[in-house]
T-cell receptor
Framework: AQSVSQHNHHVILSEAASLELGCNYS??????LFWYVQYPGQHLQLLLK??????LVKGIKGFEAEFIKSKFSFNLRKPSVQWSDTAEYFC????????????FGKGTRLSVIA | GAVVSQHPSWVICKSGTSVKIECRSL??????MFWYRQFPKQSLMLMAT?????????EQGVEKDKFLINHASLTLSTLTVTSAHPEDSSFYIC????????FGSGTRLTVV
């Protein structure tokens, strides 16, 4: 069965600091990978996704993620965070077979302080 | 992108009553809808998968007689929490298999 591990439960950063949130998955086959963000009181919003091709994926709001197949990782990065990035971030994986549900990590809460 | 409308956004109900949650795909047809729930400080967990015109499939540990799913049309899937209890209080969210991996806005259910 697939599983997703997000190592950081809560990350606190100052504005302008760089961000990297870890995500590792376990699945033997080909996968599609996702990062979602959930702002306080709002619904899930897709930040970026990886299906194939360039393992460095650029998403919205200045976020990017790198797929490293050998490490089963898909870490999320942003060079300089803003206060408005305060949110919960979820990594998710889906098997490549399609029409299958996403398996989510437990999420990482990011708090950005001024 | 694809738009999924989920209602209600939040609901408070008394223990023992039933609550219906609706998910509508507004600009596409959803043959399959995934239903997730998220308990406080936990991740989203798949509850069940509804398929238009056929019976839903439920994940292990999810009572099919308690969480009734209906997917009668290509644009509407509903989840009814029957005889709700406080332990059913959670955030319920739908996501169509088509539609670019989008999610409904979620329903926060509080059972008192």
């Amino acid at each position: 069965a697939q599983s997703v591990s997000q190592h950081n439960h809560h990350v606190i950063l100052s504005e302008a600091a760089s961000l990297e949130l870890g995500c590792n998955y376990s699945y033997g086959g080909t996968v599609n990978l996702f990062w979602y963000v959930q702002y306080p009181g709002q619904h899930l919003q897709l930040l970026l996704k990886y299906f194939s091709g360039d393992p460095l994926v650029k998403g919205i709001k200045g976020f990017e993620a790198e797929f490293i197949k050998s490490k089963f990782s898909f870490n999320l990065r942003k060079p300089s965070v803003q206060w408005s990035d305060t949110a919960e971030y979820f990594c998710a994986v889906m098997s490549y077979s399609g029409n299958t549900p996403l398996v989510f990590g437990k999420g990482t809460r990011l708090s950005v302080i001024a | 992108g694809a738009v999924v409308s989920q209602h209600p956004s939040w609901v408070i109900c008394k223990s023992g009553t039933s609550v219906k949650i609706e998910c509508r795909s507004l600009d596409f047809q959803a043959t399959t809808m995934f239903w997730y729930r998220q308990f406080p400080k936990q991740s989203l967990m798949l509850m069940a998968t509804s398929n238009e015109g056929s019976k839903a499939t439920y994940e292990q540990g999810v009572e099919k007689d308690k969480f009734l799913i209906n997917h009668a049309s290509l644009t509407l899937s509903t989840l009814t929490v029957t005889s709700a209890h406080p332990e059913d209080s959670s955030f319920y969210i739908c996501s169509p298999s088509q539609g670019g991996y989008t999610f409904g806005s979620g329903t926060r259910l509080t059972v008192v």
